[in-house]
């Protein structure tokens, strides 16, 4: 196989992944400060936001900034038949001595992601657990705040604490790309925007398509992408692509899916772009709490949350 | 006792059903080997539907086979996978003990999911989890059914339109196909090939397993072609 598009146009990665992960200090569509700022003041949080518009990637970044601070435990809902129970995730945030001798948890910051299959019992249970101090902060994510089910108390402690997504503009989907691919002349500004056009203004779409244009456009042999690419990539998905290869058939169309699913976007607060230093931790220290963790997560208690990633630091 | 094929010279069974053997072989599927190449060169996630005994898990292996130098490629058969089995310690027993995985680097995995219509929507969600934090580098999913697969709303949204689909093959695809592994063209002809293919609801494994039958039939009879009488009395025993 040739090379790959995008080392033929000098990167030696993919500038287009959609993880999360590469790219932290690139939180677009929400104040990391402000979000910061209400965590170290210990209040709760709701973070709405349509999938691909960069949830996770902040709870990457929350991670990031807290990790030298706080244990902090990332919890996700999105799974079936399981009971959840913050005491033992909480025992598992604890450290090994604090949990020998008796000493209980306290300032964890608590991730929970897709928080839309919640119960009101499970969120009666982290509120039990905020209020005696275990729990410094709890962030909830969801891709939509109303598909929530949550008691009045937390309502209000979530008062003027429920984040939305911003939809991007399309300067600031060209400066999202920009970021990635520099001045690179393959990819042109005003391609851009057609594409976050064409993307329904989705970030992640947004990566995805011009992945997708892009490698098109190279894989071809031509230098810069055109309105002829974008046509035949996005244009209209049934198309064949100009190869001289085999077709392939791509199968189920998910975007009806995608597009109910899509948040309308309420553009409020103003927020800003900040560059967040990625901090590197060594995580010397960390073998003999994982082992702790995995202990944990090796019972065969059918009712332990068996999914719990535990995020310590130097103790 | 010596192999049918050992008598004609072969050392391992051309008509094996071993997806590991033979992936140079693989007809109709270019365009998939390509997107392969590419998706898990870019660190994306793909899904490739394929009706069973199309060849899914050989193009896994195919995978396997080309990356597993450089990187660690992981295969899980979700068939095979307890329901109630919590995918990452399989993920760490197979990426080794130099991985601890999930708590040191690299992170490089590649993981192969096949069959993964049997995932639980929980390991579904650890996957995912795995892949946004950098530890799984590239996923390649495998199903007969996308509609049966537990994919979570936003693990959907992550693969997009990365999704292909294994063609039906034709009569010179099935005739390439057998005709890669034996090289005798004349042991068994296009048209016998043709026979057998419709013989076999024009699915590759069976049409592979009944070429076997036949093959074996005729080495036993000690011809060095099959001829129709092969096929008419494997045909026969079928019934």
């Known amino acids: 196989m040739s090379k790959p598009w995008y080392r033929k146009v000098g990167f030696f990665d993919n500038p287009f992944s959609i993880k999360p992960s590469e790219y932290n200090e690139e939180v677009i569509a929400y104040d990391l400060d402000y979000i910061t700022r209400k965590i170290d003041n210990g209040q709760m949080m709701f973070i709405e936001g349509a999938y691909g518009t960069g949830k996770t990637t902040i709870l990457k970044s929350i991670i990031n900034n807290f990790r030298g601070k706080n244990k902090i435990i990332y919890y996700n809902f999105n799974r079936a038949h399981k009971k959840f129970d913050v005491k033992k995730l909480l025992a598992g945030a604890n450290s090994f001595i604090r949990n020998m001798i008796g000493m209980n948890p306290y300032n964890v910051i608590l991730l929970i992601d897709e928080a839309g299959f919640m119960k009101v019992s499970d969120a009666k249970s982290i509120l039990k657990h905020y209020r005696t101090g275990a729990i410094k902060s709890v962030i909830f994510v969801n891709h939509d705040y109303s598909a929530i089910r949550l008691p009045d108390e937390i309502e209000e402690l979530l008062e003027g604490n429920v984040i939305r997504t911003i939809r991007l503009s399309k300067d600031e989907a060209v400066e999202f790309i920009r970021k990635r691919i520099g001045d690179s002349q393959f990819l042109s500004n005003m391609s851009i925007r057609k594409i976050f056009e064409l993307s329904h203004y989705n970030p992640r779409k947004l990566l995805q398509n011009c992945e997708d244009v892009c490698r098109f456009a190279i894989e071809i042999g031509d230098n810069e992408v055109s309105d002829f690419h974008i046509s035949e990539v996005l244009g209209s998905s049934r198309k064949e692509k100009k190869r001289k290869k085999q077709k392939v058939q791509k199968a189920e169309n998910q975007v009806e899916e995608r597009k109910t699913e899509q948040a309308k976007t309420i553009p409020s607060q103003r927020r800003t772009n900040r560059k967040i230093k990625e901090e590197i931790v060594q995580d010397s220290t960390i073998t003999n709490i994982e082992k702790k963790a995995a202990t944990v997560d090796q019972s065969d208690n059918e009712d332990l949350p068996e999914y719990n990633v535990v995020f310590f630091d130097r103790d | 006792m010596v192999p049918w094929y050992e008598k004609l010279d072969y050392e ?43 060849g899914k898990t050989s193009l896994l292996m195919y995978a396997a086979k080309k990356f597993g130098g450089r990187r660690r490629v992981v295969h899980v058969d979700c068939e095979l996978l307890d329901k109630n089995l919590n995918i990452t310690k399989v993920l760490q027993e197979k990426y080794g003990i130099i991985g601890r995985l999930f708590n040191k680097k690299p992170r490089n995995m590649i993981l192969l999911l096949d069959n993964v219509q049997n995932l639980s929507k929980q390991n579904n969600d650890r996957i995912k989890y795995y892949y946004d934090q950098g530890y799984i580098r590239s996923i390649i999913f495998t199903t007969d059914n996308l509609r049966n697969c537990k994919f979570s709303p936003s693990l959907k949204d992550r693969i997009g339109s990365r999704i292909v689909k294994i063609n039906d093959l034709d009569e010179d695809d099935a005739i390439n196909l057998i005709q890669c592994r ?5 042991f068994l002809t296009g048209e016998q090939i043709t026979k057998l293919f419709s013989l076999s609801d024009k699915n590759p494994f069976k049409l592979l397993e009944i070429c076997e039958r036949v093959a074996e039939h005729a080495v036993k009879k000690s011809r060095g072609r099959v001829q129709q009488i092969d096929i008419d009395e494997v045909l026969g025993e079928k019934k």
């Open chain 2, 182 to 186: 034996v090289e005798d063209e004349e």
């Open chain 2, 12 to 54: 391992e069974n051309p008509f094996t059903t071993n997806p590991k053997k033979f992936t140079e072989c693989l007809v109709n599927v270019d365009a998939i080997l390509e997107e392969i190449d590419y998706r898990i060169s870019s660190g994306n996630m793909l899904v490739i539907i394929g009706k069973d005994g199309f």
